[in-house]
């Protein structure tokens, strides 16, 4: 079966696109699926970096469409995971150096080798992100529980509908289940309520990210870090599978183990 | 907020992000920005205003959303209607 193209938006910067792309690539690959992950932020170039795979970049995106190198050769192969791809974007050019078209001409080759091409969108509603979206079958949307993000998460929603790319999926990002339940952060629902969209996933708020980025290693791949399990239950729900979402609001403080623990009949 | 919530020093502050949210998406939504929707109840007075007797202190408009559907609703008491109160003769 050819690939699906999920493309990875949000509007605002800095919500994290970038590490959700990043670890739902590793947590796919994980399960066996054959995945390339596509950068499109041209001129800010940082999957290669998330990823840990920035000092093995010979050729770019750019250099694909106009022709310098074959796709293959500008496609890295993470040594972690044999299946897991990246291409990276070009970090000396604009945006204005591909095209929608590009980007669908670019899909469509690597589509018969792959299951999953995840495309990491920039930030803002400009060519790069149209560029972004222009390939996509399924667009996940990420957002933070904060005003600023979800209204921006709202406007990214009607572009990507006035596109016929939607109903995109919401990917609720650092969430403070502590902050949650002392009333000052908004709940999962919410943001549900606000945006009117599907839910593919909630990530806490977790250190691990950061140290994850230091390393170069997605949180994915780490069996202990929260993050990291919430986005492999995303990549689970994409592969179709029913994943119950974890009450991440009731939380793991002494008081949510306790409940958890009482609810479960001590199984927690 | 009750006593109990305050002596923890709770906030709910989230309560407050969800109603700025659910009023500035409102009007994004539309297109119409708050001060547009201040001078277009103002436009709406003047045209009433010549046609029927109104107290422009006490019409109300506002952007309504209930799922697909946005609405404007306007709230115009006509000032005339205490005057039609009035015995006949």
Redesign the interface.
């Known amino acids: 079966m050819p690939a699906k193209v999920v493309t990875i938006t949000s509007g605002k910067g800095g919500v994290g696109k970038t590490t959700a792309t990043a670890n739902i690539g590793v947590a796919l690959a994980a399960e066996g699926a054959r995945v390339v992950c596509l950068d499109a932020d041209i001129g800010l170039r940082n999957l290669d970096v998330v990823m840990g795979l920035e000092n093995r970049i010979v050729y770019d995106l750019v250099d694909v469409v106009e022709g310098r190198c074959k796709l293959r050769q500008a496609m890295i192969k993470d040594k972690r995971l044999p299946e897991l791809h990246l291409i990276p974007a070009a970090q000396t050019r604009d945006k204005t150096a591909l095209s929608p078209k590009d980007m669908v001409r670019l899909a469509d080759e690597l589509r018969p080798e792959f299951d999953w091409i995840l495309v990491d969108s920039p930030a803002g509603i400009e060519r790069g992100f149209r560029n972004a979206i222009a390939p996509a079958d399924i667009v996940l949307i990420v957002t933070n529980p904060e005003v600023s993000a979800v209204r921006d998460a709202d406007r990214i929603i009607g572009l990507v509908e006035a596109e016929e790319k939607g109903p995109p999926k919401l990917v609720l990002n650092r969430i403070k289940p502590e902050m949650v339940r002392r009333g000052d952060m908004l709940a999962t629902a919410d943001v549900l309520e606000v945006l009117a969209i599907e839910l593919i996933g909630v990530v806490p708020e977790d250190d691990s990210i950061l140290v994850a980025s230091n390393h170069g290693a997605p949180a994915a791949l780490d069996g202990k870090s929260r993050a990291g399990r919430a986005f492999r239950d995303i990549a689970r729900r994409l592969n179709g599978e029913i994943v119950p979402f974890e009450d991440a609001e009731s939380g793991d403080g002494l008081f949510g183990r306790l409940a958890r623990l009482v609810r479960s009949g001590g199984q927690a | 907020m009750n006593f109990l919530?305050r002596l923890?020093g709770?906030?709910?502050?989230?309560?407050t992000?969800?109603n700025?949210?659910?009023f500035?998406?409102v009007h994004?939504?539309a297109d119409l920005a708050p001060g547009k929707l201040e001078a277009l109840k103002n436009d709406l007075i003047e045209v009433l205003s010549r046609h029927i007797e109104i107290d422009p202190r006490m019409v109300q408009i506002s952007l309504t959303r209930d799922?697909n559907q946005q609405r404007l609703v306007a709230d115009i008491p006509l000032a005339s209607a205490r005057a039609r109160r009035r015995p006949l003769n």
């Open positions: 919530q923890r709770e906030s709910h502050s989230a309560a992000a969800k700025r949210l659910q500035v998406l994004d939504r799922r």
